[in-house]
């Protein structure tokens, strides 16, 4: 999906942390309607869903966002993993996922539809300012910028990936911006770290809030970070922030 438009305001994982997601929103100026004084574009690297308290609200404040036409947002995992349960796929509760089910377990027929399509319509990639700035969950490499095949959107969704798992059951992760070389910038999110974490040419703005970090936004193209604090720990790691 291309875009011309060139003032972004690119919000990291949210994971259901509503109060912060109103208090970055209100930081960074723009209006309870989604609208901003200078017409900035908000972008959500996806993960707005699990571990947190109120994935319900932060689902209806982006899909209202969104019809509007002031935002953009790209699939994340967890949202993935949430759209297919809502289709009626076995998926496995956990990880957080048990939580938004309870979440949006009372929601009637017609927001349930709703929120499907919604997830179901999210691209796994954005192509912005002209295709100057890439926006992705888990990252994505210069082969793959554009490409809409099953390696892609895999890539897109879960990064790079050893096919091993840490003590906790989580995937280990290889740090493939290490070797990105590509002219366009990658803004992702997926891997959580202590802040804004800027890489050759790309940079991660996943700063860890349901776990206790930051809710962090990247400014482009000033590439300014303004982040607001997390209110509790809402979910435990139990691994460092990395």
Request: net charge neutral; hydrophobic share 35%; glycine share 10%.
């Amino acid at each position: 999906m291309q875009n011309k438009q060139k003032d972004f305001d690119i919000i990291g994982d949210i994971h259901g942390c509503y109060t912060e997601l109103l208090e970055l929103l209100t930081l960074l100026g723009y209006g309870a309607d989604g609208q901003h004084p200078q017409n900035r574009v908000l972008v959500f690297v996806g993960d707005l869903v699990d571990r947190g308290p109120d994935s319900l609200s932060v689902l209806r404040l982006v899909m209202d966002f969104c019809d509007k036409g002031r935002a953009l947002c790209v699939r994340g995992n967890h949202d993935d993993k949430f759209r297919r349960y809502l289709m009626g796929c076995k998926v496995r509760l956990n990880f957080g996922l048990e939580r938004t089910v309870k979440q949006t377990e009372n929601i009637d027929s017609a927001e349930r539809i709703r929120i499907e399509g919604f997830l179901d319509f999210l691209p796994h990639q954005l192509s912005l300012h002209e295709g100057k700035l890439v926006v992705s969950h888990a990252g994505v490499t210069e082969d793959l910028i554009g490409v809409d095949s099953r390696r892609s959107r895999a890539f897109c969704l879960y990064g790079q990936v050893s096919g091993l798992h840490d003590d906790m059951g989580f995937p280990i992760r290889m740090e493939w911006a290490h070797e990105y070389r590509g002219s366009p910038l990658i803004v992702y999110g997926h891997t959580p770290v202590p802040e804004a974490r800027f890489i050759n040419h790309t940079v991660n703005i996943d700063t860890g809030c349901v776990f206790g970090g930051h809710l962090t936004a990247l400014r482009y193209p000033e590439m300014q970070t303004v982040a607001v604090k997390s209110k509790a720990i809402y979910y435990e790691r139990m691994v460092k922030l990395v």
